[in-house]
C-alpha cells in the first residue's frame, strides 16, 4: 500500500509542476509576447516605426546639399472612419539633414463628432530609422467635431547618413476610428 | 471491446450501457472513445473537404455561396486538426502506453474521463454557429481560416463561441498531456529505463511536453481576441496602439509546435510498425530519441517561416530561413534510419507494413517541399498559393493520418482479439493512396502557377488540375467508408489472433492475451 501511496504523491508532484508551464505559458502568451514584441520593433526600429526628435536637436543636423532625396506621402482611411484625409502635396524634394514642414487636411463628413488616431509607417524599412520627426499629429488622438476640417502638420527630415541607394521615401497613414480609445484629455 | 477477466477476478464490476462509457476511468475505454470520437470527425470534417472540392471541381460559383465556402475550409482545418488528428493520437496514447511500459492504467483515471468528455463539448461550440443563420447557406461558422488571423477574426459575430471551444480543446489536451507524463514518468514498469522505452512512448512523452508548452499559448492568443472585441483591450487593433503583426507571432509560436505535435507520435507508430514487419532491431533507437528532441526544440524558433512575407527585416528573413531548414537534419536522420531498418530485413508487408512506407514515402515528399517553403525568397512566390496546399497535406494526410491508421491497424487484433481482414485493409490502402496522390499532387503544379489558397472560384487555366484533384478527394474520402467497414468487422468477429499478432512483434503489449484483459499488469512485469 505505502508503494500505492508513493506513487499518488509522485503524480501529484508531476500535475503541481506542469501546472505550473502552464500558467508560465499563457502568462508568457498573453503578457510578455506582446511586451516584448514592442520592445524588439522599437529597439531595431522595425515595423517602419520612425523616431520623435526634439527641434533643437534636428536644428543641429548638417544638411547634406550633395544629394536629393524624394519623400512621396500616401493617405489611407479605414472603412470604419467617416473621415476625408489627404496630403496636401504628393510628394517633395529635399536634401538629407533639412527639417520640412508638410500638411495633411482631414475633414469629418459624418455628424457626428468623432475621435481618430493616425498609425504611420516609412517604406523601405530600412529607412525608417533614418526618418525622424519632430513634430506629428499621430502621436495623439485626434477629434474632430461634425463637418469640421483640420490641417496636419508633419515635421521631419531625414538624417545625411541615410543609405546612398535610397532615393525615394514613402510616408505612409493610416486613419482609423479610435472612439473606443478615446483619452479624456 | 471484450470484458474477457483472464488472470484478475477482483474488481471486475463495472456499469455497463452507457454509463460504463460516461462514468469510465479504464484507459481501454477512454482510448476507445477518443478513437471513435476521432473518427466521426475525420467524417465531418472530410465531407466538408468534399464541399471543397465539389465547389472547385469548375471555376464559377455553382454549389455554395463564398462566405458558406469560406466556412468549410476554416472549419475543416480546424476539425481536421483538433478534431480527428490530435484526438486518434491521444487515444492511440490511452490504449497503448500503459500496455507498452507494462502499468495497470493511466496515473489520474479520472482525469482521464474529463479529458475525454471535454471535446464533444468543444467541437459542439465550434460548430454550433453554422446553424445560427436565416438559413443554412448564412449561417454564422467561423469564415476566417484555420489560422484565424487578426483583425479579419476579431470581426466575427459569434467569437465568443470560437474562443471558449478553443479553450476548451486546450484544457482537454493539457490534461491528456499531464496524465501521459505522469503515466511515462512514474508507473513504467521495473527495469524499463528511459532510453528503453518503445519509441511511440518516447515520441507521446517529448509530444505531451510540446502540448504543455504551446496550448496556454494559443489559449494566450484567442484570449487576446476576446478581450480585444470585448474589454477594451489593443492588442491586435492598430487605432489603440496595437498591431495585427502580433496576432500572427503568438499564432505561429504555437502554430509550428503544434505541426510537430501531429507528427512526432506518428513517427513513434512507423518506429515500432517497420522493425517488426523488417524482423530486424529499430536501427538508431538512440539517435532517433535524439532527432525528435531536437525536433522538438527546433520547433520553437522557427515560427515566422509562416510569415516571410510580412515585410520581416532581411536578418530576421536569414535567421528563420536558416533555422527551418535545419529541421531537415533531424528528420533526415529519422527517415534513413527507417530505410536502414528495411535494409536487408526479411520484410513482408501485411497492411500496417504497407501503411508505414507509404508514410516514409509520401512524408518525405513533404519534407522537401518544405525545405522549399522555408527557403525565404522563394516562398514569396509560394507563399498562399496551393503549393502551400499541398505541401501540408503531404506532411498531414500522408504523415499524421496515414501513421494513426498504420497504428490502429497494427494494434487493432490487440485490442479486439481478431485478425482484420487482409484483403479490405490493402484495398483500403491502395484506393486511399491513389486518391491521396491525385488529389494533392496537382496542387503542387497549380500552386506553382499561382492559383492562391483559400478562394472559392479561380481562372480557366487552373481547371484541369482541379478536376483532377476533386475526383481524387472523392476516391479518397469513399475509400475511407471501406476502413469502417473493416473495423466494425473485425470487432465482431474474425480470425482469432494470437498474442503474439505478428511474427516480429517485440515489446510488452505483445506477452498480454488477446483481445487484451480489462484489466492488464496488475502485478507490473519485469524489464531484463
Ligand atoms: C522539413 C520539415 C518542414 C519544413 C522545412 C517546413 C516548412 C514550412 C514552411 C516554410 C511553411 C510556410 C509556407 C507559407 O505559408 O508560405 C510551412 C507551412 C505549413 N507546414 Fe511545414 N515544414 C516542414 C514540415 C512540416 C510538418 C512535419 C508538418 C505537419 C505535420 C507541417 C505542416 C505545415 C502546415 C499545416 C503549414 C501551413 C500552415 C498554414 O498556413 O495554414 N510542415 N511549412
Ligand atoms: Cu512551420
Given amino acids: 500500500m505505502s508503494q500505492q ?8 508532484r508531476v500535475v503541481r509542476k506542469i501546472l505550473l508551464i502552464v500558467v508560465g505559458m499563457f502568462a508568457f502568451g498573453y503578457v510578455a509576447l506582446p511586451q516584448l514584441y514592442n520592445l524588439i520593433c522599437d529597439s531595431f526600429g522595425l515595423n517602419g516605426q520612425a523616431e520623435q526628435v526634439s527641434k533643437a536637436a534636428a536644428g543641429e543636423v548638417k544638411v547634406d546639399k550633395s544629394r536629393t532625396v524624394t519623400v512621396a506621402f500616401s493617405s489611407i482611411v479605414n472603412s470604419r472612419l467617416p473621415w476625408g484625409f489627404e496630403p496636401q502635396v504628393k510628394e517633395i524634394q529635399l536634401h538629407p539633414g533639412e527639417l520640412k514642414k508638410v500638411n495633411y487636411i482631414a475633414r469629418n463628413l459624418s455628424g457626428s463628432d468623432v475621435v481618430g488616431q493616425a498609425i504611420y509607417s516609412v517604406t523601405p524599412v530600412e529607412a525608417a530609422r533614418y526618418f525622424k520627426k519632430t513634430e506629428c499629429f499621430c502621436y495623439t488622438q485626434q477629434t474632430l467635431k461634425s463637418g469640421e476640417s483640420k490641417d496636419m502638420p508633419v515635421l521631419f527630415m531625414l538624417e545625411p547618413d541615410l543609405p546612398e541607394n535610397i532615393k525615394t521615401v514613402t510616408l505612409s497613414y493610416t486613419f482609423f476610428r479610435a472612439d473606443k480609445y478615446a483619452k479624456s484629455n | 471491446m471484450s470484458e474477457t477477466m483472464t488472470h484478475d477476478t477482483h474488481h471486475d464490476e463495472h456499469p455497463s450501457g452507457i454509463k460504463r462509457w460516461l462514468f469510465t476511468t479504464n484507459h481501454k475505454d477512454i482510448g476507445t472513445l477518443y478513437l471513435w470520437f476521432s473518427f466521426i470527425m475525420f467524417m465531418l470534417g472530410g465531407a466538408m473537404a468534399l464541399v471543397i472540392r465539389a465547389e472547385l471541381f469548375q471555376p464559377g460559383m455553382q454549389i455554395v455561396d463564398p462566405n458558406f465556402f469560406n466556412m468549410m475550409t ?29 502499468a495497470p492504467d493511466m496515473a489520474l483515471p479520472r482525469m482521464n474521463n474529463w479529458s475525454f468528455w471535454i471535446l464533444p463539448f468543444a467541437a459542439t461550440m465550434l460548430v454550433a454557429p453554422m446553424f445560427m443563420g436565416d438559413n443554412f447557406m448564412s449561417g454564422q461558422g467561423p469564415a476566417f481560416g484555420w489560422t484565424f488571423y487578426a483583425p479579419l477574426s476579431g470581426q466575427y459575430d459569434k467569437l465568443a463561441f470560437f474562443v471558449f471551444a478553443v479553450h476548451l480543446l486546450g484544457f ?14 512514474n508507473m513504467r514498469a521495473p527495469g524499463m529505463t528511459l532510453m528503453k522505452m518503445p519509441m511511440f512512448v518516447w515520441t507521446w512523452l517529448i509530444t505531451a511536453f510540446l502540448l504543455i508548452a504551446v496550448m496556454p499559448v494559443l489559449a494566450g492568443a484567442v484570449t487576446m481576441l476576446l478581450t480585444d472585441k470585448y474589454f477594451g483591450t ?32 506518428a513517427f513513434g507508430i512507423i518506429s515500432e510498425i517497420i522493425p517488426t514487419f523488417a524482423r530486424k532491431k529499430l536501427f538508431g533507437y538512440a539517435s532517433m530519441v535524439y532527432a525528435v528532441a531536437s525536433i522538438a526544440f527546433l520547433s520553437f524558433i522557427v515560427w515566422a517561416h509562416h510569415m516571410f512575407t510580412v515585410g520581416m527585416p532581411v536578418a530576421g528573413e536569414l535567421y528563420f530561413m536558416y533555422a527551418t531548414v535545419m529541421i531537415a537534419v533531424p528528420t533526415a536522420v529519422k527517415v534513413f534510419n527507417w530505410a536502414t531498418t528495411m535494409w536487408r530485413g526479411s520484410m513482408t508487408f501485411e497492411t500496417p507494413m504497407l501503411w508505414a512506407v507509404g508514410t516514409v514515402f509520401l512524408f518525405t515528399i513533404g519534407g522537401f517541399t518544405g525545405l522549399m517553403l522555408g527557403v ?14 499541398a505541401h501540408f497535406h503531404y506532411v498531414l494526410v500522408s504523415g499524421a493520418l496515414f501513421g494513426i491508421i498504420a497504428g490502429v491497424m497494427y494494434w487493432l487484433p490487440k485490442w479486439t482479439g481478431n485478425m482484420y481482414n487482409e484483403g479490405l485493409g490493402k484495398l483500403h490502402f491502395w484506393l486511399t493512396m491513389i486518391g491521396m496522390n491525385l488529389t494533392f499532387f496537382p496542387m503542387h503544379f497549380t500552386g506553382l502557377a499561382g492559383m492562391p489558397r483559400r478562394y472559392s472560384d479561380y481562372p480557366l487555366q487552373f481547371a484541369e488540375f482541379n478536376q483532377i484533384s476533386t475526383i481524387g478527394a472523392f476516391i479518397f474520402g469513399f475509400s475511407q467508408l471501406i476502413m469502417l467497414y473493416l473495423i466494425i468487422k473485425c470487432i465482431k468477429g474474425g480470425e482469432k489472433a494470437t498474442d503474439e499478432v505478428w511474427e516480429g512483434s517485440h515489446g510488452l503489449e505483445w506477452t498480454l492475451p488477446s483481445p487484451a484483459p480489462y484489466h492488464s499488469f496488475d502485478t507490473a512485469p519485469e524489464i531484463k
Avoid at chain 1, 501511496?5 to 501529484?12: I, S
Avoid at chain 2, 498591431?243 to 505541426?259: I, R, S, T
Wanted: without cysteine; aromatic residues 16%; charged residues 10%.
Fill in chain 1, 5 to 12: 501511496q508513493d506513487l499518488r504523491a509522485a503524480n501529484k
Fill in chain 2, 234 to 265: 489593443s492588442f491586435f487593433d492598430a487605432a489603440g496602439g496595437g498591431d495585427p503583426v502580433l496576432f500572427q507571432h503568438v499564432f505561429w509560436f504555437f502554430g509550428h509546435p503544434e505541426v510537430y505535435i501531429m507528427i512526432l507520435p
Fill in chain 2, 376 to 389: 525565404a525568397p522563394a516562398d514569396f512566390q509560394y507563399h498562399d498559393t496551393y503549393f502551400v496546399v
Fill in chain 2, 74 to 102: 476554416t472549419l475543416h482545418g480546424l476539425i481536421m486538426v483538433f478534431g480527428a488528428i490530435m484526438p486518434a493520437f491521444v487515444g492511440l496514447a490511452n490504449w497503448q502506453v500503459p500496455l507498452m511500459i507494462g
Fill in chain 2, 172 to 185: 482537454s489536451s493539457i490534461m491528456g498531456s499531464i496524465n501521459i507524463i505522469a503515466t511515462i514518468l
